[in-house]
T-cell receptor, first 116, second 109 residues
């Protein structure tokens, strides 16, 4: 019974490159959340998705960041033209289908992005 | 203004003592609250949730919800060094947890 799987665990990119972070939710979970945590700071909500639908992207930067959760496959957080300030831990969390959403989020181990 | 405000800390407590973590909230309609713990370098994990007014106990942890005064607390009895972590509270408003900076708790041996 696998938990939330994130990959890669560590990613190094040079300024201007693209970063793609993947998240496979727990089996049976249809809601995915992405959070960013800068060094020595708290978790910041970025985006909330259901399959093929972005529910809330109020925490996403307006430019360079995008997220998707296709019908098949993992959710992907994409950062284009990365800058040093994007260096952070990116956490994905999942929760069950609507109606059973109790507020418990199951988190993955995170993806640590380092921009050189 | 954030809907749920947490005492920012940091908080240091001697081993064996009671650690008290507090949050206040602005939306009187809030129904449930969740406490997460995050160890340094790790992902958050749910430790307690509370829906009803009053206390909810789970081992050394007690969550308290006071809807009249609009605050929620987490008490940790017999604090252990392994309780040293950042504690986050939120109410799952708008179907998401937005957390905050949390309260960093250090248990001093």
């Amino acid at each position: 019974n696998a938990g939330v799987m994130q990959n890669p665990r560590h990613l190094v990119r040079r300024r201007g490159q693209e970063a793609r972070l993947r998240c496979s939710p727990m089996k049976g979970h249809s809601h995915v959340y992405w959070y960013r945590q800068l060094p020595e700071e708290g978790l910041k909500f970025m985006v909330y998705l259901q399959k093929e639908n972005i529910i809330d992207e109020s925490g996403m930067p307006k430019e360079r960041f995008s997220a998707e959760f296709p019908k098949e496959g993992p959710s992907i957080l994409r950062i284009q033209q990365v800058v040093r300030g994007d260096s952070a831990a990116y956490f994905c969390a999942s929760s069950p289908r609507p109606g059973t959403n109790t507020g418990e989020l199951f988190f993955g181990e995170g993806s640590r992005l380092t921009v050189l | 203004q954030k809907e749920v405000e947490q005492n920012s800390g940091p908080l240091s407590v001697p081993e064996g003592a009671i650690a008290s973590l507090n949050c206040t909230y602005s939306d009187r309609g809030s129904q449930s609250f969740f406490w997460y713990r995050q160890y340094s370098g790790k992902s958050p994990e749910l430790i307690m949730f509370i829906y009803s007014n009053g206390d909810k106990e789970d081992g050394r942890f007690t969550a308290q919800l006071n809807k009249a005064s609009q605050y929620v607390s987490l008490l940790i009895r017999d604090s252990q060094p392994s309780d040293s972590a950042t504690y986050l509270c939120d109410n799952f408003g708008n179907e998401k947890l937005t957390f905050g900076t949390g309260t960093r708790l250090t248990i001093i041996p």
